[in-house]
């Protein structure tokens, strides 16, 4: 039996046109490649 | 594949053969991210979308550059209707490659269709606005009138078709709900939420059937308790038949009274639906003209502060001017010492034996008022006229002064003398007479003074032996 309080939980209001410079500036494009190249260069630095 | 040390191009070895950097765990990565690249493509390619979203985000969590992941986790978006987001991968994407990348292609043909770019725009706005009804107590049929709404303006939208079913369900009509859903599943085969819901509503609907049967079989049987006597039940073919005895009689009845309650109907779906939304849309129009009229009361706010700052600037120049003005034109000022040279010269040039006319204008001139600015043309003038009347003047006052000295009419004496003495300082008797006349008016600041200036100007002389006489009386008076 599905709760429709707990279900409309699961919906969120949509980015609008007007939020894509929000959106992608505050994107985290940190990626593992990044993680591993930052940690080498750390333990070069050691 | 380039190494992420010199970024030199990378051979099948474990290490770069430009600069021996080990790089067998970056290939690695790399080959993960290609490996979800992979799997989502594998999954969009069957419609399974949320899937692909999955994997191709993973993808991107391992290499960021991974532009064909990126591209196509834009177009799984632009797919699901979800058009900001779709952007938003694209935009990225091109800033990491702005050469031969199919994203711009794809901005640029979103971009040059301005009324599908607003329509999907517009549908995003009113997606969120029926959102916001499912959250109010009494906002279910408002969110289903606008989630239709959504899907005419952007049938790709699962979203909304998701929210529209859930809403159907929560309202107690799976069938539609059921409808949407499966639209849902057109679009994006294997969303987990579309599934739950569809499930959902397979289950009502089977409920609901097995109610209508479980009625059917126990009028069939004849174990109901309606046993109402008015009706007339029987069997034709497969289907139940009822029919009322006295239908004829009570026909005009039935009608009037479904009128009635059409009308109580259609009054309560004025009441609950249209009313709420005439006044939200009253609202709406209300509240745009606040906004405009918060908008030309800032334009005007601002226009004050301009027009007050400008006022104020205006207001400081012409203090400005106004004291220059005043330099110029003040009680004995400029503008009057030169108008009375002038006038002095013109009487001067037209008759030079009206020298005491000249004279009384040559007074009327302010030494104290010249400042550096002061032309020297004008300076000079006024020596010069000054020095050609002076001994005539001189002499002339001096005659006049000492008749009122011998009248004892010391203050007229002082004024005469002072002006003989003005015009030509170097006359001794005149000088003399003037500190005469202080001392006996008893004015012994300026008779002192004038003793002093005769010592000064005309030493080792009988008036300068007289002034250090009388300047002695004085001091034996202070002692």
Redesign the interface.
């Known amino acids: 039996?599905?709760n429709?309080e707990d279900?409309?939980k699961?919906?969120?209001?949509?980015?609008?046109?007007e939020?894509?410079e929000d959106?992608?500036y505050n994107?985290d494009?940190?990626?593992?490649?990044?993680l591993?190249?930052k940690m080498?260069k750390d333990n070069q630095g050691d | 594949m380039r190494c992420y040390n010199c970024g030199a191009e990378l051979s099948e070895h474990s290490f770069c053969t430009n600069c021996g950097v080990d790089v067998a765990l970056y290939k690695r990565i790399m080959r993960i991210s290609n490996t979800f690249y992979n799997e989502g493509l594998e999954k969009a390619k069957v419609r399974d979308l949320s899937g692909a979203i999955v994997s191709l985000r993973q993808s991107l969590k391992f290499n960021k550059s991974n532009i064909k992941a990126r591209n196509l986790l834009g177009l799984v978006y632009y797919e699901m209707g979800e058009v900001v987001a779709a952007l938003s991968e694209w935009v990225i994407s091109t800033n990491l490659r702005n050469k031969k990348n199919v994203a711009a292609d794809y901005i640029e043909r979103l971009q040059s269709n301005g009324t599908k770019m607003e329509n999907l725009n517009s549908s995003i706005k009113k997606y969120n606005q029926a959102y916001q009804y499912c959250l109010q107590p009494d906002g279910k049929d408002l969110a289903i009138v606008q989630l239709k709404r959504v899907i005419n303006l952007n049938p790709k939208l699962v979203r909304a078709y998701q929210l529209l079913g859930l809403v159907y369900i929560a309202t107690g009509r799976p069938e539609p709900a059921k409808n949407y859903l499966l639209k849902a599943k057109e679009i994006d085969v294997n969303s987990t939420l579309t599934l739950k819901y569809l499930q959902e509503a397979d289950r009502m609907i089977e409920a609901l059937n097995a109610g209508k049967k479980t009625s059917l079989k126990d009028k069939l049987t004849g174990n109901t308790q309606d046993n109402n006597p008015g009706v007339t039940k029987y069997v034709d073919d497969n289907e139940y038949v009822i029919q009322p005895i006295q239908m004829k009689d009570k026909r005009g009845s039935g009608t009037v009274l479904n009128i009635i309650l059409g009308m109580a109907l259609g009054f309560a779906i004025t009441f609950f639906l249209v009313r709420p939304a005439i006044i939200q849309a009253a609202n709406d129009d209300a509240q745009e003209k606040i906004n405009n009229i918060n908008l030309q009361l800032d334009a005007k706010n601002l226009t004050i502060t301009e027009l007050e700052k400008a006022n104020s600037e205006y207001e400081d120049r012409i203090k400005s001017m106004s004291d220059s003005l005043n330099a110029y034109a003040g009680t004995e000022g400029t503008l009057a010492s030169m108008e009375s040279l002038l006038k002095a010269a013109s009487v001067y040039l037209s008759n030079p034996e009206n020298y005491l006319e000249v004279a009384d204008y040559i007074r009327s001139v302010d030494e104290t008022a010249w400042t550096e600015d002061t032309s020297e043309n004008y300076k000079n003038l006024y020596y010069a006229l000054k020095n050609a009347i002076g001994v005539s003047v001189c002499d002339a006052y001096y005659a006049e002064g000492n008749t009122a000295y011998n009248n004892k009419q010391y203050d007229d004496a002082i004024a005469y003398l002072e002006a003989a003495v003005f015009f030509d300082e170097t006359d001794a008797d005149a000088i003399y007479l003037l500190a005469t006349c202080y001392r006996v008016a008893e004015k012994d600041t300026e008779a002192q003074d004038t003793y002093n200036k005769i010592i000064e100007l005309f030493p080792n002389t009988w008036y300068s032996g007289r002034a250090e006489t009388y300047l002695a009386e004085y001091s034996d008076t202070d002692d």
């Open positions: 039996m599905i429709f279900e409309i699961k919906f969120s209001p949509s980015l609008e046109v939020d894509i959106t992608i994107q494009l940190t990626d593992v490649a990044d591993f190249v080498i």
